[in-house]
């Protein structure tokens, strides 16, 4: 059916603000906080390792477990005859629940272009947030302790927290077009470290009552978060009676096909809301396939590229309220809280390199300068004094040139990727591409993970500063 000319065509620059309704701002917040609330329970690991360490390598049993039999199943903490071997053991959680959730992704990716969005995300919400009750309340409850147990519970919590990245960047694509989509991308993808510092937050307030109880009110939490996306959360506009993106744009695929997604002509390239009529289902379109995916401009090089910055961020992710305890000898409470620093920097970091490659009408030049600068930050982080507030200084910057490409790459970029002119016939690639990048970069993660413990036991925590240096550089 042909569209008025004026109404087919508007502005760019005007269609963020000019389309933008009360369902955009529902659905942002939804999103944002069902992953925040992923992000928090996977924090809370972090934050207790110390309590979990001791835990598992008691000075002497605790006299008030219950009489289970058999003995040593049930009432044996002592999974561990000295620490350092429980400091390993915790890394290796760490890099089974990143291989799952890379695995994970690969396959949420594909199921979320295939079924439900809010289903696929409300599932694993919900699910893990139980594998977690499970993993860090339950056990404890009970004083059951399994090596074996710990691990099938990770490698299953992982799965499901990966239906949560594709499904998020694939509604947030649907909703928000090319259009200031890396400032709209880059303040949306603080979800990651808002997540972060609630789940510190929480863990630092009942830290104190045992470490079992920050499991319990952060799966409490996501959970209930679960719930409340199942009922509240659109998926799409056209669920609302609103035109979809993109969907007038195929009458000029042809003139735009040879057009790069992030080159010189990026400013030209631009995804125009326009007001028209719901296309017949007839012509709804299908979902990509995996291997037509990876085959994409920059799929593959930004999954690479993510591999090796993920790797670094995830680090100071799981590792960074350890190192401030183990190193500097501070109090584990005091740690998780100023390790927030790290993520208030990933926040600022996300937003303003969104917003000044939307000024650039380029991603790639603002990813190479922050990650040139990430190279001196590390440098100077790893030299950083026994001084809380010099050390929070340093890490708000580090995260801000870490933290910030990192943000970029795994939501606007990956949304662009997508959206590229070769399957804007087909929308359904948004979580497909999603998987693929924040799956390759979880596969870096998880290696890296093991190899931080490996080198810290080994050589020492600068060595892990200059590996971390290799990575960025690379």
């Known amino acids: 059916m042909a569209v008025p000319g004026s109404l087919r065509r508007q502005p760019a620059n005007r269609g963020l603000v000019s389309h933008c309704t009360h369902h955009h701002i529902v659905v942002f917040l939804l999103t944002f906080f069902s992953y925040s609330l992923l992000h928090a329970s996977r924090k809370t690991f972090s934050n207790v390792k110390v309590s979990i360490s001791r835990q598992w390598t008691p000075s002497c049993q605790n006299s008030t477990a219950p009489e289970l039999l058999p003995y040593e199943l049930w009432n044996s903490s002592h999974l561990f005859p000295k620490p350092e071997e429980a400091t390993l053991f915790l890394g290796t959680l760490d890099t089974i629940f990143l291989f799952s959730y890379a695995v994970g992704l690969f396959v949420s990716g594909i199921v979320g272009d295939r079924l439900n969005l809010r289903w696929v995300l409300s599932f694993g919400m919900c699910s893990s947030a139980l594998v977690v009750f499970f993993f860090g309340t339950l056990t404890e409850w009970l004083h059951f302790y399994n090596k074996w147990f710990y691990c099938c519970l990770w490698v299953v919590n992982g799965l499901l927290q990966s239906t949560g990245w594709p499904c998020v960047v694939a509604v947030m694509g649907n909703w928000f077009g090319k259009a200031g989509r890396g400032f709209v991308f880059g303040l949306w993808s603080a979800c990651a470290s808002v997540g972060n510092i609630l789940g510190a937050f929480l863990a630092s307030c009942v830290l104190k009552y045992g470490y079992e109880y920050a499991f319990l009110v952060t799966a409490s939490v996501q959970f209930a978060g679960g719930v409340i996306v199942f009922f509240g959360l659109l998926t799409s506009p056209k669920e609302v009676g ?233």
Request: aromatic letters at 12%; glycine letters at 10%; proline letters at 4%.
């Open 242 to 474: 609103l035109p979809e993106l993109g969907a007038d744009e195929e009458v000029s695929v042809e003139e735009d096909a040879n057009r790069p997604l992030m080159g010189s002509d990026d400013a030209d390239d631009d995804e125009r809301n326009y007001s028209i009529q719901a296309t017949d289902n007839d012509n709804q379109p299908k979902a990509i396939g995996f291997f037509q995916a990876c085959c994409l401009p920059g799929v593959v090089l930004y999954s690479l590229a993510y591999a090796c910055l993920k790797l670094v961020n995830y680090s100071f992710f799981f590792w960074l309220p350890f190192y401030l305890s183990n190193n500097f000898r501070w109090k584990e409470a005091e740690a998780d809280q100023l390790s927030i620093w790290y993520d208030v920097g990933g926040i600022i970091g996300g937003t303003i390199q969104g917003l000044i490659s939307d000024v650039l009408q380029k991603r790639a030049p603002v990813l190479a300068v922050s990650l040139l600068f990430a190279v001196g930050s590390l440098f100077g982080y790893s030299r950083s004094p026994n001084s809380k507030p010099i050390n929070a200084v340093i890490m708000t910057i580090t995260g801000f040139f870490i933290g910030g490409p990192s943000n970029m790459i795994s939501s606007a970029i990956s949304a662009d990727l997508g959206r590229q002119d070769v399957v804007r016939g087909s929308s359904e690639a948004l979580a497909t591409v999603t998987g693929i990048v924040d799956g390759s970069g979880s596969i870096g993660a998880a290696v890296g993970q093991y190899l931080v413990s490996l080198i810290q036991e080994n050589l020492g925590w600068i060595w892990v500063f200059y590996f971390f240096i290799l990575m960025v550089r690379s």
